[in-house]
């Protein structure tokens, strides 16, 4: 059984820091590209980072052009984990964070999302 959870979530002022984990199991995790997407209330899911097998991120659309600079994914596939680091957090990034972890288009799994509040 797959499961991805989320942790680290929670109400922050802006300006400030938080970092996400996610820890995965039931999957080969080092084989599968992991990424952050988030959904704000009324609004589509999007985007936030991703991160290839291997650790990249040194690609045009690892991040939301929203975030450069201010987030940084990483993971270690020692302990089946991946991280997002949020600095500079802002009102707008409020939403739902939620971990995705992807081989094949068949093999595509997902968190139950931890809720980001930015507000003072």
């Known amino acids: 059984q797959v499961q991805l959870v989320e942790s680290g979530g929670g109400l922050v002022q802006p300006g400030g820091s938080l970092r996400l984990s996610c820890a995965a199991s039931?999957?080969?995790?080092?084989?599968?590209?992991m990424g952050w997407y988030r959904q704000a209330p009324g609004k589509q899911r999007e985007l936030v980072a991703t991160?290839?097998?291997?650790?990249?991120?040194?690609?045009?659309?690892s991040y939301a052009d929203s975030v450069k600079g201010r987030f940084t994914i990483s993971r270690d596939n020692a302990k089946n984990t991946v991280y997002l680091q949020m600095n500079s957090l802002r009102p707008e990034d409020t939403a739902v964070y939620y971990c995705n972890a992807k081989r094949t288009s068949w093999m595509e799994y997902w968190g139950q999302g931890t809720q980001v509040t930015v507000s003072s």
């Open positions: 039931g999957i080969m995790f080092r084989l599968y590209a």
């Open positions: 991160i290839t097998s291997d650790g990249s991120t040194n690609y045009a659309d």
